[in-house]
């Protein structure tokens, strides 16, 4: 395993903390996944890409990680609360379908857009529907230790018995005393003891179409209670990384700690990740809000605030540049840099798979050339190991680009650098681009073979000093986003920039 001293911003002590996991090589790590009732949107993809990247790096360094994502397909009602309708069964009246049907065809929305982003698949992704007996044992564990309490064939979780011996707002920051003042005042009509309370069960009324039976009643699980029994079923009662986006941490991740707390005495991770919230003119943007974009939208252009299409890879890197913990703001501007960006980035990772070390008696080794390449190297790997700074890492492998399109263009002699240097930079820059940052080269429709005959043609019609069929290729070559580059020895092409 490579030695690195990384550091993870843990919400929960809100501040870095050097990378120690329980059980070291193995690392356990539950991200809470998309609630299946619609197409995945670019807040979707800005989770699934960071916590993507968390892996793929802890990966790298030589770690096992066990990576599971869920997937709700039950309990999450209207407005994250504990009254309305469920969001899936409520899609599913609409449309006259099953739940079922509901879930699975946006579940499998889900994968394919995941797909196309380059996501590697997570080690277990475990459904709530799935997984009913286990949350009606939490449920039966919480009440015995006497945190919760039913009312009508429903149970909820007592939050001012639990804070008389456990903290509660401990990862929010949130004061017990200023949530009880600023909550509501219970209207007479509702079961619970206190507003802050939550439900760990309910009771269905006739027309809900999902509910199961239990001790209580026939009925369906909280939305809180799926994470706590598949984290701890999949990855036991601690583990290392949880995982979600900054507006789960309240309530749903505060409430799995205290559920946590209350049935397993412990807290259920001991590292807290949180990824910002993607903005559009400033305002988060969300499925409740109606200011989202889906993926497919993003992907072929049929949204009104889009001037183009932009290809996943596209999207993939414009989530990159930002850190994960900070706000990324969408705009056509952005996304457009974030085109070009990619796309730099990638020529340079096709022009390094063919550059060899080549010793040039007349260009002894310089090293003031060769020590700006290993500061380079070790930046991009200390930006990483600083709480995953996607961003800053990225900065650093241009620096390196600037290196590999000079020795590309015959500016620079690879001896200038050493062949240890070299490799290195070959190594580094090619292990980020597709290891870490998890980028594809997105194939335009001409293949190479067709290409590589194009070019041929090119460059007869260049020696034949045929100029009008010169122009002529270049610009078929252009409408494929392929760009020609004539160079001092030979002719090449990379992608529009």
Not at 14 to 34: A, D, I, N
Not at 360 to 379: H, L
Not at 381 to 396: E, K, S
């Amino acid at each position: 395993m490579q030695s690195h001293d990384l550091k993870l911003f843990n919400t929960l002590t809100r501040q870095k903390e050097k990378f120690e996991p329980l059980s070291p090589p193995h690392v356990g790590m539950y991200v809470c996944g998309p609630t299946v009732y619609g197409d995945a949107h670019l807040g979707h993809a800005r989770a699934a890409v960071s916590f993507d990247v968390v892996f793929r790096y802890l990966s790298f360094l030589g770690y096992k990680v066990r990576y599971v994502r869920n997937i709700t397909d039950v309990g999450h009602l209207e407005a994250d609360s504990d009254d309305g309708e469920d969001k899936i069964a409520k899609k599913a009246k609409l449309e006259q379908l099953e739940p079922m049907e509901v879930a699975q065809h946006y579940a499998e929305s889900y994968h394919r857009d995941m797909e196309l982003l380059n996501t590697l698949t997570p080690s277990i992704e475990p459904r709530a529907t799935g997984h009913i007996p286990e949350q009606i044992q939490l449920v039966k564990d919480i009440l015995r230790e006497g945190l919760a309490y039913e009312v009508n064939g429903s149970v909820y979780f007592d939050v001012l018995a639990y804070n008389e011996k456990t903290k509660y707002g401990r990862l929010s920051g949130r004061v017990i005393e200023e949530l009880v003042s600023g909550s509501r005042e219970l209207d007479g009509q509702s079961e619970k003891r206190n507003a802050l309370d939550f439900a760990l069960w309910k009771k269905a009324a006739p027309e809900h179409l999902m509910k199961w039976p239990s001790p209580w009643s026939l009925g369906f699980p909280g939305w809180h209670l799926e994470c706590t029994a598949m984290s701890s079923k999949y990855l036991g009662h601690h583990f290392d990384i949880h995982g979600g986006g900054m507006d789960l941490m309240f309530p749903h991740h505060e409430c799995e700690i205290a559920q946590g707390n209350a049935c397993n005495h412990q807290d259920p991770a001991k590292y807290w990740l949180h990824n910002n919230m993607i903005t559009i003119n400033g305002q988060k943007m969300g499925k409740s809000l109606g200011n989202f974009i889906t993926l497919q939208q993003l992907f072929n252009g049929d949204h009104a605030v889009l001037e183009q299409a932009y290809s996943p890879m596209t999207i993939r890197y414009f989530i990159l540049t930002a850190h994960y913990r900070s706000t990324l703001d969408f705009s056509n501007q952005a996304l457009q840099a974030a085109q070009k960006g990619y796309k730099k980035l990638i020529n340079g990772f096709r022009i390094s798979g063919m550059l060899k070390y080549t010793e040039d008696p007349g260009s002894a080794m310089d090293e003031k050339q060769a020590d700006q390449v290993k500061k380079s190297v070790r930046a991009a790997y200390a930006a990483m190991d600083d709480d995953f700074n996607t961003a800053q890492a990225i900065g650093h492998l241009f620096n390196l680009l600037k290196k590999i399109n000079s020795i590309y263009t015959g500016q620079l002699s690879p001896s200038v650098l050493g062949r240890e240097v070299f490799d290195q930079m070959i190594t580094t820059f090619r292990s980020f681009v597709t290891e870490i940052l998890g980028l594809l080269e997105e194939k335009v429709d001409a293949q190479e073979p067709l290409l590589e005959m194009l070019l041929t043609l090119y460059q007869e019609a260049k020696t034949e000093r045929d100029y009008r069929r010169v122009d002529e290729i270049r610009a078929n070559l252009k409408t494929l986003g392929i760009i020609v580059k004539d160079m001092k020895n030979k002719i090449d092409w990379a992608y529009e920039e």
